[in-house]
């Protein structure tokens, strides 16, 4: 089983959108695919379709895992937010023990379990990037974004030295590009420079289907398959398995 956080600790970058859709194009490979929405929000949840109940708060009241997850019609499964889970951060805060995802999932049986974290460096988001093997960093082309990135590059690195996690950043995602933008293409060409072998290759483009999807509880990818969002979306998930083909 593969934990994946997608992580970034500013709001607005595409971040939910990349979980979704990102997990409904694993799971269309028959690969058995869990989205775990660990924000209070729980905008992954309604774009999943599911009920915003049931949380990982639930496993410190003694429910097991396996108890609280939800199916999509986007093909993975939901373990679903809601606002219990900023008790679930107030219970992780005062936990001298770290990794309480990690211990949750470990008997589920799914090849990926991908974390849709809060757009905050919060307990939740510790946890889960202590309990995940890898990372995905999705990243607005503006120079803001930029500044954030490093932050969390350096916490991943900080975590790992400590001996917290064996957690890796598998990339970095260029979300809502729009390529007529000057702005886009030399944040872009940054990237390229400061972070050559992080960058993934594919383009996820400003996309009105991508947008309109969560309204039905379905993916972009499903809701409109043929629109360049969704293919975008299908191209990066083939270009991540390829990745961690590689990754030991």
Request: hydrophobic share 40%; proline share 4%.
């Amino acid at each position: 089983m593969k934990i994946i956080s997608i992580s970034n600790q500013k709001g607005g970058v595409g971040k939910t959108t990349t979980a979704v859709n990102l997990a409904q194009a694993i799971a269309a490979t028959n690969r058995k695919t869990l989205l775990v929405d660990l924000d209070p929000q729980g905008n992954a949840s309604t774009a999943s379709g599911a009920k915003k109940n049931n949380s990982l708060f639930e496993t410190t009241l003694g429910k097991h895992v396996s108890e609280l997850i939800q199916t999509s019609s986007n093909q993975y499964d939901v373990l679903a937010g809601g606002e219990d889970l900023v008790a679930l951060e107030v219970a992780l805060r005062n936990n001298p023990t770290k990794g309480h995802i990690a211990k949750s999932l470990k008997e589920l049986d799914y090849d990926f379990v991908f974390i849709d974290t809060p757009p905050s460096l919060s307990s939740l988001t510790l946890d889960a990037l202590i309990s995940s093997d890898g990372t995905l960093i999705p990243l607005q082309c503006e120079y803001y974004s930029l500044e954030g990135i490093t932050s969390l590059v350096n916490t991943i690195n900080e975590l790992t030295n400590s001996g917290l996690t064996n957690n890796k950043i598998f990339g970095i995602i260029r979300t809502m590009v729009d390529k007529r933008n000057n702005l886009t293409k030399d944040v872009s060409d940054d990237l390229e420079k400061h972070f050559p072998e992080l960058l993934f290759n594919t383009l996820i483009p400003r996309n009105v289907k991508l947008a309109e999807a969560p309204s039905f509880g379905l993916a972009g990818t499903n809701y409109m398959p043929e629109s360049f969002g969704a293919k975008a979306y299908l191209a990066l998930a083939g270009e991540l398995l390829r990745r961690l083909e590689n990754v030991r």
